[in-house]
């Protein structure tokens, strides 16, 4: 019985950080560390950035596999969702924009002005409804 568990949890493991290292490669291949290093200003630090992102990587797999239990309390919890997003809309916005998402669709459109406010509404409708899903806990039985 432990056998078998003791496997599953290494093949669990296994998969996750196959899934990872993937997700590392994408971002590493789409070049989203240097376009984020150049749109900060700190080409100095991309070795920081790949192993941040690498670590975050390792450490979302055990978050995911093994449900360690953080006593973050409401304080943690609203800093790591910070950073969570700021990751996550970052990386959504860098790979719109290394696909010419919003060129493309204002073209489209015929748009010539206002795209910046299409760019903050997307931005505040993912933010309020990411809120209201964590707060009514849409999901969740």
């Given at each position: 019985m432990a056998g078998s568990k003791i496997f599953l949890a290494?093949?669990?493991?296994?998969g996750g950080s196959?899934?990872?290292?993937?997700?590392?490669?994408?971002?590493?291949?789409?070049?989203?560390?240097?376009?984020?290093?150049?749109?900060?200003?700190?080409?100095?630090?991309?070795?920081?950035?790949?192993?941040?992102?690498?670590?975050?990587?390792?450490?979302?797999n055990i978050m995911t596999v093994y449900f360690p239990k953080l006593p973050l309390q409401w304080p943690g919890l609203l800093v790591m969702g910070l950073f969570f997003g700021i990751f996550v809309g970052g990386w959504i916005m860098a790979l719109a924009e290394m696909l010419n998402v919003f060129p493309v669709f204002a073209r489209r459109l015929n748009l010539t002005k206002g795209t910046s406010w299409i760019v903050v509404g997307l931005a505040l409708g993912k933010t309020v409804g990411s809120l209201l899903e964590f707060y009514l806990r849409w999901g969740k039985k």
């Open positions: 290494a093949v669990g493991f296994s196959l899934v990872a290292g993937g997700v590392v490669a994408l971002i590493v291949g789409l070049g989203i560390i240097r376009r984020f290093a150049g749109i900060s200003h700190t080409a100095a630090h991309v070795r920081v950035y790949e192993t941040a992102i690498c670590l975050g990587g390792i450490w979302g």
